[in-house]
């Protein structure tokens, strides 16, 4: 499977605000940022995106932001 299927497929089993939180990770925002994307505390926002990180595979936030841009998220 091609790297563009694959992360394709990788992003169709995250939820609305894991979404949210891979665009805001390929956008470079921080997690404050993200918080406050998703009307919500710090710590749920980072419990969001290590949710989002494992189901993608990603160890590092690069790896997540290569998978999003393998999928055409982001700029």
């Known amino acids: ?5 694959k992360a394709q497929a990788l992003v169709l089993t995250l939820t609305h605000a894991e979404l949210v939180a891979l665009e ?3 956008a470079g925002e921080s ?4 918080a ?6 710090i710590l749920s926002a980072q419990n969001i995106r290590k949710s989002m990180k494992r189901k993608l595979g990603a160890e ?6 290569r998978v999003a841009i393998y999928a055409g998220i982001g700029d």
């Open 1 to 5: 499977m091609d790297d563009t299927l």
């Open 24 to 26: 805001s990770i390929a």
């Open 31 to 34: 997690l404050r940022d993200l």
């Open 36 to 41: 406050l994307r998703l009307e919500t505390d």
């Open 60 to 65: 590092l936030d690069a790896d997540a932001v």
